[in-house]
Structure formats: structure tokens, C-alpha cells
């Protein structure tokens, strides 16, 4: 069974850094795309970027681009989305997503369950 | 950047009712467009992929059609388990191009 596995919700205050994980098993972790989407509180899905974690190739959304860092550890089937100095507006549920592309296709399959990320003074 | 504006923003309809949603490109995205539904407080859930087919295991009253710039969404006679907000999503066979819609909330009359 496919399952995308996220870290737990996280509270910090402006300034601090956060690494939130999701770690994929029952595939080829390898093998596929690994999406980051952003739903801020009431809001809709944004794309923030993507990574192949057999090679580690990262693509960011413009709006996303410096604000973030994505990775992977592939020994660990693990990817990972990072900031090194929160804001307020980073408050948000983060999901990560694979992305499973074939000849003609390419749609986002499975979802992590999302971390709730509250940044707050 | 390609936009997707999607409508309406939110939909008011009754069990057994058909309810279509659309989609508007900003350019020809041919048949790159999926949909999602996301139930209040769970992750989106793919329904449909490249413009019309339908994912495994989802029910056959959702459909898909469209290509180039404009897309439809359709239940074909929605159920009480179908309240959800859906979105559409274009992708470039490359990423990380993909956008998604704004949203369509739908409630029951």
C-alpha cells in the first residue's frame, strides 16, 4: 500500500527555523516525484515545488523560490520541506504529494495527511 | 505563468441534482488538467486525470471533459457524501508548472 507519512503539527515563533517531513513507503521512492502543496488557513491549494529524490533535480514555484527548501533523503525514503527564518504568514497546512508521471499522464496520486504549521509570537 | 480561474466559487445544489464546474486555461494546456476533491479537514483526493478519465476506485457519477482552454467538471446526480470544495489542477510535463484552480465549495440545499 502506497502511504505518504508526515511529521507532526508544529508551533514556533517568527524567526525560528522548521523542517517538516514526509516519508513514503509501499513504492519506489525513488522513482516518482515528491510535490509540496500550501493551504493556508481557509484558503486554496498552492504548488510550492517538487523533487526527484533518485536524483535529487528540485524545481520551485517562483512565489516559493528562496523562501523555502525542499530535499530528500532517499536512504531513508524521506522528503522533506524547510524554512531557515519563519514568518506569521508561513501559518498553513503543508502537504506533500507524489507525483506519478507516465507517457501521457501526470496527476498527483497520493497525498500525505499534512502538517499544520502555526507560527505565532 | 498559466492561470486557471475556475467557477463558481461556491455551488448550493440538491441530492440527485447533476452539478457542473469549469475550468478556464489562460492558454491551451491541451488535456493537462486534473481535478480534486477535498473534504473539510482531510487532503484532496484525485478524481479525475488528463481532462476526463476517472481515477480507480472513484465513482462513476464523477466525470471529466475539455481540452485546449476550457474544462468541465460534472457530478452526474450528487449524494450527501460528495459536500467537499474541488479543485482543478493544469500541469507541464515538466515540473514544477502546475497551478491549481481557486476552488469550488459545494453544499446541499
Known amino acids: 500500500e502506497v502511504q505518504l507519512v508526515q511529521s507532526g503539527a508544529e508551533v514556533k515563533k517568527p524567526g525560528e527555523s522548521l523542517k517538516i517531513s514526509c516519508k513514503g513507503s509501499g513504492y519506489s521512492f525513488t522513482s516518482y516525484w515528491i510535490g509540496w502543496v500550501r493551504q493556508m488557513p481557509g484558503k486554496g491549494l498552492e504548488w510550492m515545488g517538487i523533487?526527484?529524490?533518485?536524483?535529487?533535480?528540485?524545481r520551485y514555484s517562483p512565489s516559493f523560490q528562496g523562501q523555502v527548501t525542499i530535499s530528500a533523503d532517499k536512504s531513508i525514503s524521506t522528503a522533506y520541506l524547510q524554512w531557515s527564518s519563519l514568518k506569521a504568514s508561513d501559518t498553513a497546512m503543508y502537504y506533500c504529494?507524489?507525483?506519478?508521471?507516465?507517457?501521457?499522464?501526470?496527476?498527483?496520486?497520493?497525498w500525505g495527511q499534512g502538517t499544520l504549521v502555526t507560527v505565532s509570537s | 505563468d498559466i492561470q486557471m480561474t475556475q467557477s463558481p466559487s461556491s455551488l448550493s445544489a440538491s441530492v440527485g441534482d447533476r452539478v457542473t464546474i469549469t475550468c478556464q486555461a489562460s492558454?491551451?494546456?491541451?488535456?493537462?488538467l486534473n481535478w480534486y476533491q477535498q473534504k473539510p479537514g482531510k487532503a484532496p483526493k484525485l478524481l479525475i486525470y488528463d481532462a476526463s478519465n476517472l481515477e480507480t476506485g472513484v465513482p462513476s457519477r464523477f466525470s471529466g471533459s475539455g481540452s485546449g482552454t476550457d474544462f468541465t467538471f460534472t457530478i452526474s446526480s450528487l449524494q450527501p457524501e460528495d459536500i467537499a470544495t474541488y479543485y482543478c489542477q493544469q500541469y507541464d510535463n515538466l515540473p514544477p508548472g502546475d497551478t491549481f484552480g481557486q476552488g469550488t465549495k459545494l453544499e446541499i440545499k
Open positions: 523533487i526527484y529524490p533518485g536524483d535529487s533535480d528540485t
Open positions: 504529494v507524489r507525483r506519478n508521471s507516465g507517457y501521457d499522464y501526470n496527476k498527483l496520486d497520493y
Open positions: 492558454q491551451d494546456i491541451s488535456n493537462y
